[in-house]
């Protein structure tokens, strides 16, 4: 039962950020995407993390790792392009990445 309960919990995280993402989103962001296009998004982002190696570097002397937003914009672009999933405006994707990682750290200042 632990594997299934892990994907339960994940899937409860998924539902928390996407909702945190879509009250982070101007007005006119905020219908425009679909919940299956916010789970594909939030898997790219994850897919860019592990992939990039940015989970192994060490943090700078204020604890902070320097993430750089448009490389993770320019990879969901580049992958929903290849996957046919459409065509998606960097300045909206950035809010979706700068979204995600704000509700990130919200759960680190708990």
């Known amino acids: 039962m632990g594997l299934e309960d ?8 998924d539902e928390k950020t996407i909702e ?3 009250n982070y989103l101007p007005q006119e962001l905020k219908e ?15 897919e860019y993390y592990s992939e990039s190696g940015i989970l192994d570097v060490q943090p700078d002397g204020d604890g902070y790792i320097e ?14 392009h290849k996957d046919e999933m459409g065509d998606y405006d ?21």
């Open 6 to 13: 892990d994907f339960l919990k994940n899937d409860l995280d």
């Open 32 to 46: 425009k995407f679909s919940d299956d296009e916010f789970y594909y998004f939030l898997d790219l982002i994850d």
């Open 67 to 80: 993430v750089d937003l448009e490389k993770i914009v320019n990879y969901i672009i580049k992958e929903a």
């Open 20 to 22: 945190y993402i879509k």
């Open 90 to 110: 960097p300045d909206e994707i950035l809010f979706i990445v700068q979204g995600e990682m704000e509700y990130t750290e919200s759960l680190e200042d708990e």
